[in-house]
C-alpha cells in the first residue's frame, strides 16, 4: 500500500517536472501569480510525500486521505506563499520555478526507484507487538525480502521468477487477510511463523502442534508465558461437527463460537485450503492468528522476514 502511494507521488512529480521543463524552454517571463501557483503544485506534493511518510512510519493505516489531505493543503498554502514572496521579478520568479524543477528531477527519480524496489525487492517492516517473541520484539525494525516467493505482478494476484514456495516454519510478513475496510485489521501488515502449508492437517492438542498426524517437535524459538493449559470444555467444540469446525474456521468466524482460551491452547483438527497456509506467532499465548482469523490466503503475502537492522544491538539473521 505505501509502495503505491509512493509510485503515485513519484509520477505525479514525474509530469509536474515535464510540464515545468516545457514551460521554462519556453523562455516566456512567468508571472508572479503563475510562478506562485506553480510552486504551490509543487510544495502541496512534498507535503503529501510528507504525510506518507509519516503515516507509514507510524504503522497507521486508516485515516490516510486526512492526513494526506493536511498534507497537501499545508503545503501548497506554504508555496503559494513563499512563490509570491520570492517572484518580486521576472528573474527572482524563473530562478525560484528552475531550482523546483531541479527538485522535482531528484525527488521522482528517487522516490520511483524506491517504489520500485519496495515492490519487488526490500521493504523495511517494524514490528507492532510482541507476538514474536522471543524472535522479534516490539520495535524491532527489520528487512523483508520481498522476490524470496516471486515479483507480484501489479494489480494482480500472479507472481513470477519465485526462488521458492513457502516452506514450513518460515517467517512471513503478509496483509491481514480480510477486504472488509470495517474489520479494525484492515490494510495492516502482520508477521507471523507459517508452521503449515496448503493441504496440510493441523491439530493443537496442549499447545503442542501436530502436522499431518506427527508433532512437529521442538521450537526453540518459541515462548509460553501462560503455564496454564486451557481443555476442551463441554458445550463449545465438542457440539461442533468436524464439518462444522472446519468450514467455521476457513471463514474466519471460529473464534465466534468458542472461547478464546480453548482455540488457544486446543485447536482443531483443520486442513488448511489450497492456496493458503497457517500461521502462528512465536509468543504463543499471546499472539493473534490463524488459530482465531482462519487460513492465510497466499495473495496476501508480501515477503520472507529477513534481517533486523536496528537496534544495532539485535542485528541478526531471522529464522
Not at 509530469?15 to 508572479?32: A, W
Not at 525527488?107 to 526507484?113: G, K, N, T, Y
Not at 514490528?127 to 522471543?134: A, L, R, T
Not at 482443531?268 to 487460513?295: E, K, L, T
Amino acid at each position: 500500500m505505501t509502495e503505491a502511494r509512493l509510485f503515485a507521488i513519484g509520477l505525479a512529480l514525474w509530469f509536474y517536472k515535464v510540464i515545468l521543463q516545457d514551460f521554462l524552454r519556453r523562455k516566456s517571463k512567468p508571472t508572479r501569480s503563475l510562478t506562485a501557483l506553480l510552486h504551490a503544485s509543487f510544495w502541496c506534493l512534498i507535503g503529501v510525500l510528507l504525510a506518507v511518510t509519516m503515516h507509514a512510519y507510524l504503522g497507521n493505516v486508516r485515516g490516510f486521505l486526512r492526513v494526506g489531505a493536511i498534507g497537501a493543503a499545508v503545503g501548497a498554502i506554504f508555496g503559494l506563499f513563499s512563490g509570491l514572496i520570492k517572484a518580486d521579478s521576472a528573474k527572482a520568479a524563473k530562478d525560484t520555478l528552475t531550482l523546483d524543477l531541479e527538485w522535482a528531477q531528484t525527488a521522482s527519480s528517487a522516490i520511483l526507484l524506491a517504489a520500485v524496489i519496495m515492490y519487488t525487492l526490500l521493504q523495511a517492516f517494524k514490528i507492532p507487538s510482541g507476538s514474536m517473541q522471543p524472535t522479534l520484539y516490539e520495535g524491532d525494525h527489520l528487512f523483508v525480502s520481498k522476490f524470496y516467493y516471486g515479483i507480484r505482478i501489479p494489480f494482480t494476484q500472479k507472481r513470477i521468477l519465485a526462488l521458492r514456495q513457502v516452506r514450513q516454519k518460515d517467517v512471513v510478513v503478509f496483509q491481514f487477510p480480510t477486504d472488509d475496510p470495517q474489520n479494525q485489521q484492515y490494510g495492516k501488515d502482520f508477521i507471523k511463523r507459517a508452521l503449515a502449508l496448503p493441504n496440510d492437517t493441523v491439530l493443537v492438542r496442549n499447545k503442542e502442534i501436530f502436522v499431518n498426524g506427527v508433532s512437529i517437535g521442538k521450537e526453540p524459538y518459541t515462548q509460553f508465558l501462560d503455564t496454564r493449559v486451557f481443555a476442551k470444555t463441554p458445550g463449545n467444540s465438542s457440539d461442533l461437527e468436524p464439518g462444522q469446525y472446519q468450514d467455521l474456521w476457513a471463514r474466519g468466524e471460529l473464534s465466534n463460537y468458542l472461547r478464546s482460551d480453548e482455540i488457544r491452547d486446543n485447536f482443531g483438527p483443520v486442513r488448511v485450503p489450497p492456496g493458503h497456509c497457517f500461521v502462528m506467532g512465536d509468543n504463543r499465548d499471546a499472539s493473534y492468528d490463524s488459530r482465531f482469523w482462519g487460513p492465510m490466503p497466499m495473495r496476501y503475502l508480501k515477503g520472507k522476514a529477513w534481517f533486523i537492522y536496528w537496534p544495532p544491538r539485535r542485528v541478526k539473521a531471522i529464522r
